[in-house]
């Protein structure tokens, strides 16, 4: 019987538990449940932002080949359509970067060194790897540089941290000076580039030499 009394108790504390606690023990449950659907509900939503801005990407890459092929203003106008879409649309990803890389070629293959500066400050502003960042500047300072603007392009090549990319930061800088009539600085960063590329186990390429000799002889 004492024991029954227990059993009869024990199941009245659960009962008393329940009635206090069983509210939010089904809430802290639902909790975990939303927590858990909505993860696997956002990585689903992330994989298939990645996997359209991924083909999107490979047909601006289709419609940058017909250009190159034939190009005509409709043409170029379709290319600069879909960068605009992916840059708008996923901004977040690393294709909106390449999307504005190709903008910003055409406007160089076009002369139009205002909307290629602005591709690129673009990609600067949208936390681009290391090594896309280290590319950018490359082309951003080219690109001062052909709008006259030779000291802003020396500020971006200042930079040490070049990486894989110092034979060539040192080698437009080479060049700005030549056109400053800065010779032997010239020459100082020709011949760091050769050095440069020497240490990647590589080739210097003949221009190099050239320009290298071409500082020289103004010495």
Do not use: C
Not at 44 to 72: G, H, K, M, R, W
């Amino acid at each position: 019987m004492n024991e029954y009394r227990t059993d009869e108790e024990q199941v009245e504390v659960l009962k008393n538990w329940w009635r206090e606690n069983g509210s939010s023990t089904l809430i802290s449950i639902a909790v975990a449940l939303a927590i858990v659907f909505g993860w696997r509900t956002w990585q689903d939503n992330q994989q298939a932002n990645i996997d359209n801005a991924s083909f999107a990407y490979q047909e601006l890459l289709d419609a940058v080949a017909a250009v190159e092929t034939a190009p005509d203003d409709i043409k170029i106008a379709t290319v600069d359509f879909m960068a605009e879409n992916l840059k708008e649309n996923y901004s977040g990803s690393g294709y909106s970067q390449f999307a504005a890389f190709l903008k910003a070629r055409q406007a160089v293959s076009d002369n139009d060194f205002v909307t290629a500066e602005e591709e690129l400050r673009w990609v600067l502003n949208n936390e681009p790897s290391d090594e896309m960042r280290l590319v950018t500047e490359l082309r951003l300072a080219k690109v001062l540089y052909a709008q006259e603007k030779a000291d802003e392009a020396m500020a971006l090549l200042a930079r040490e941290d070049t990486g894989a990319f110092a034979h060539a930061f040192l080698e437009l800088k080479g060049d700005i000076l030549v056109n400053k009539e800065d010779y032997q600085g010239a020459v100082d960063a020709y011949t760091l580039a050769d050095a440069a590329v020497q240490a990647l186990i590589m080739k210097p390429p003949q221009t190099l030499a050239m320009k290298l000799a071409y500082a020289k002889s103004f010495l």
